[in-house]
């Protein structure tokens, strides 16, 4: 039986495009990044990452671009 995996913002490839399903996070946390236009329904492009694809990485969303710990965009999860 193959288990189905949630997509979420890691997975994103540059220049890919996803929409934003859900914030798998605490309330709080997920207020916070709604705020900065993380918002369920919207689309989230990533923009750029740190060297040799690491911490942090940019997503541009709502207008604006965000930088996101992958520990945090691992909890943004995408439409299927």
Do not use: C, K, W, Y
């Amino acid at each position: 039986m193959q288990m189905s995996v949630n997509r979420n913002l890691t997975h994103l490839q540059r220049g890919e495009t996803g929409i934003l399903d859900r914030l798998d996070l605490p309330e709080a946390d997920a207020r916070r990044l709604m705020e900065l236009g993380f918002i369920p329904g919207h689309s989230v492009t990533p923009a750029h990452s740190a060297p040799f694809g690491g911490d942090p990485r940019v997503f541009r969303v709502d207008g604006s671009e965000i930088a996101l710990r992958r520990e945090t965009a691992a909890h943004l999860i995408l439409r299927a």
